[in-house]
């Protein structure tokens, strides 16, 4: 074949002039690729599925469709004209040290293979603990490139991987990784490629005879932590904020404003009650009313509240009123009137009921006399309150039947003396949160959990404070809630009204110890002395209690059971995962996280010496999603159908790893992301409660082998403690309905007792306060037919088959 076009013939003059024009740009570009010199030409990849792969448009100084992120340290992000190909490349770079990234989300299909590959150009890149300068899949630590340090001419990288179950991902040109690095580094030209995938045509089989390890029911636990909205406005029924009084009235921190003049109220700092100075109201005596009120209050027709309030003066001051008011007319309230005060601290008890439902109710406390009253403490709550606790939130509590409760923190604890939650609760210290906003009012103290756990049916699970705390505080505690009366620390929890031990079996020394966030936080190799210390103290005052250590995947979660085995019965995990772009991704990460624990621990197992003949399992005591804006308080976030698939995939995957994960603490309980919400008056359960609930009361415990590729579905199936119900778990987390090609061995079946199921319109339905649910469990009727079993997009559902 002539590579001369028709009609220009080889010998033809033009012909000799093209042929040489054609050797000399042969013999140029020799010189160029001999030299070293790049080629300029930017041509598409086959197959890309990057957009803006080689950052050539550019919006607001910012890559198109990339941002900017900083994991940790400061770094600078720059579009530079430093570029392997076309005009521009994107550039990181950091003095003190970083871990940041450009980063784009791509959709990709799910067990899909692919190739990721770019191009990267460094200077000085020195690790300050970080691995270099890669790229990344974003999540997924095992999906990474080859990472480059010091310096380097622009250099390709390239990693071929498998999506499994990622219909999305977050591509990293990442700076640092796992650590932070210093100096400059260049991004051009990155590519993902498609290569090869398979059609996924879901089937399962169940093998009914043959079970695998029982399921501890402390995988169903629960966290509280005195934070946001958990506790108090949460669980806790108190209607008043800062009821003690710990910010000035009338400032802009307090919830408490002046009645009348405006410096009528004073804090005296010397007639204290509560550990703080208290507002003393100074009257003029010429007969106006002073004193001081809350509004906000949110009050029902009908309902009847009750309150005290600790009081003291002089004579001149009454009569004192104390008013709940619910509108601007003379009779929209009710008053109960002082007649007698007294100059040393009192408490009169009063009860309301309302005439008018609203949102701003107020509790005023007003004088029209003469000298001055103080006001101590202040309390009001609706009268049906189940011993101080709100009982619409009791009733979910006890539906979502918990085993155990795990408390009182969280970074909340390290800066916690149990101390400040013993005894009449008006004269408990309320203290400035030691981790979190606000205000720790010390209401809910160790007796108030230990009513708590007994409304609700569960057992207690106490941290004990290892940060600024000592081992002399934590035996203390161990003695006050287990010891005998006649114990120094017993004998004290008898004279606050509970003469017999709680006999509190959990107990974890710290928490989060390894995280410089953490109160106390310190080297490995001097908290693991701590550790024992502690441990060696607690047991000496109850050597029946489950100790639980402190861990974390990785250096930490290590050299704890390799120095403190002899010293711990259970070792603690936490993780949570953000909304990830794409709903197998989102959905996935969260059995991905668990099943990351579980085989970690398992090669601790078979690498530490120390665990030989130990059986250390796992406490996973905070997991959870933790994203987007806080609607219910600090922490206070909104959870969708969505985040009801992922943590029943989730749970399907505690089954999976029963022989080696013992307890798990769903983190939070009540409105901090919360398997509850509440307003002031109601409570509902929020999508993921539902799906707690559901398996809990409804799921077997004893699971069985299954195989095959159910994927995108997640199964699960395990036996009743009764031995003839088998309960079948499915999980969509599609927008389609998937066919199940479902065979189950073994198993003779007699009926379907009943099918249960959670779904929704969209998946970001969600359950309000005072709104119907858009997600809810049902049950339904249809056909079972396991050989083609329809599954409906987006949707949780649980089969009880009877057996023969």
Not at 38 to 56: G, H, M, V
Not at 414 to 426: C, F, L, M, V
């Amino acid at each position: 074949m002539s590579f001369f076009p028709h009609g220009l013939g080889k010998n033809s003059e033009d012909g000799k002039k093209l042929k040489i024009a054609l050797i000399a740009f042969l013999i140029i570009g020799s010189w160029l690729v001999e030299a070293g010199a790049p080629l300029r030409a930017q041509t598409r990849p086959k197959e890309q599925l990057i957009q803006n792969y080689s950052f050539e448009e550019v919006r607001n100084e910012r890559p198109a469709g990339w941002r900017p992120v900083t994991y940790q340290g400061e770094a600078k992000f720059e579009v530079d004209e430093v570029a392997r190909t076309g005009k521009r490349s994107v550039k990181i770079s950091s003095e003190k040290g970083a871990d940041a990234s450009w980063s784009v989300v791509v959709r990709v299909k799910p067990f899909s293979k692919y190739r990721l590959s770019g191009w990267i150009k460094t200077r000085e890149i020195k690790s300050i603990g970080g691995k270099g300068v890669l790229f990344n899949i974003h999540g997924i630590e095992r999906l990474q490139t080859q990472a480059l340090t010091g310096t380097n001419d622009w250099t390709r990288v390239e990693l071929v991987f498998d999506t499994e179950l990622n219909d999305a991902l977050q591509v990293n040109c990442l700076f640092g990784g796992w650590g932070k690095v210093t100096g400059e580094a260049w991004f051009d030209d990155i590519t993902l490629e498609f290569l090869s995938g398979r059609t996924l045509k879901p089937q399962a089989t169940i093998y009914a005879d043959q079970k695998l390890t029982p399921v501890s029911k402390y995988i169903y636990g629960q966290f509280i932590e005195h934070l946001g909205r958990c506790i108090y406005q949460g669980i806790w029924a108190e209607m008043l904020e800062d009821r003690k009084f710990y910010y000035p009235v009338g400032t802009a921190e307090s919830p408490w404003k002046i009645s009348g003049q405006p410096h009528s109220v004073h804090m005296n700092p010397l007639l204290i009650y509560a550990g703080v100075p208290v507002p003393e109201i100074r009257l003029r005596g010429d007969g106006q009313p002073a004193g001081l009120y809350q509004e906000g209050l949110a009050l029902q027709t009908g309902r009847k509240y009750n309150g005290r309030i600790v009081l003291a003066g002089d004579p001149g001051v009454v009569p004192v009123e104390v008013r709940l008011v619910w509108g601007d007319g003379e009779n929209d309230r009710q008053v109960f009137t002082i007649e007698k005060i007294k100059p040393d601290y009192e408490k009169y008890y009063f009860s309301f009921t309302a005439g008018k439902t609203t949102d701003n109710g107020r509790l005023e406390i007003v004088s029209s006399g003469s000298e001055a009253f103080r006001v101590a403490a202040v309390s009001l709550m609706p009268a049906d309150n189940l011993e101080g606790f709100r009982p619409e939130v009791i009733k979910l509590l006890r539906e979502l039947n918990s085993p155990v409760y795990r408390w009182p923190g969280g970074n909340f604890v390290s800066g916690y003396n149990w101390k400040d939650g013993i005894g009449d609760p008006d004269r408990r210290p309320p203290r400035k949160n030691p981790a979190w906003e606000g205000i720790e009012l010390n209401d809910v103290g160790i007796h108030e959990f230990m009513t708590f756990c007994r409304l609700v049916g569960a057992e207690p699970y106490i941290t004990v404070n290892s940060g600024q705390g000592n081992e002399t505080l934590a035996a203390e505690e161990v003695e006050y809630v287990n010891g005998s009366a006649e114990t120094p620390m017993g004998k004290w929890r008898a004279q606050n009204g509970h003469p017999e031990p709680f006999s509190c079996r959990f107990w974890s020394i710290g928490n989060e110890m390894y995280g410089d966030w953490q109160l106390g936080h310190m080297p490995l190799k001097d908290y693991v002395k701590r550790h024992n210390r502690f441990a060696q103290v607690m047991k000496a005052k109850d050597p029946s209690i489950i100790l639980i250590g402190v861990g974390a995947v990785g250096e930490w979660s290590e050299g704890m059971l390799r120095n403190c085995s002899e010293h711990m019965d259970l070792i603690s995990e936490h993780f949570y995962v953000q909304e990830r772009p794409g709903l197998l991704s989102h959905v996935y990460q969260v059995p991905r996280a668990i099943r990351r624990i579980a085989e970690a621990h398992r090669r601790y197992r078979k690498t530490i010496p120390e665990l030989k003949g130990k059986n250390i399992r796992i406490a996973l005591d905070e997991w959870n999603y933790w994203y987007g804006p806080y609607i219910y308080g600090e922490l206070g976030t909104q959870y969708f159908l969505k985040d009801a698939l992922g943590i029943a995939a989730g749970l399907h995957e505690y089954y999976r790893q029963a022989d080696i994960i013992y307890m798990a603490n769903y983190a939070q309980t009540v409105n901090v992301i919360g398997a509850i919400k509440t307003s002031k008056t109601e409570a509902v359960f929020d999508t993921t409660g539902l799906v707690l609930k559901l398996y809990r009361n409804e799921f077997g415990t004893i699971p069985v082998k299954i195989s095959g590729q159910p994927e995108p579905l997640d199964v699960m199936a395990a036996w009743k403690e009764d031995g003839k119900t088998l309960t079948i778990a499915l999980v969509n987390p599609t927008t389609e309905t998937q066919k199940l090609s479902l065979n189950i061995k073994n198993f003779p079946l007699a009926k379907v007792e009943k099918i249960l199921r959670i779904t929704g319109s969209n998946e970001k339905a969600c359950n309000v306060p005072g709104r119907a649910p858009e997600v809810k469990i049902e049950e339904i009727s249809e056909d079972f037919q396991p050989g083609r079993l329809a599954v409906p997009p987006l949707s949780i559902t649980l089969y009880h088959l009877k057996r023969k």
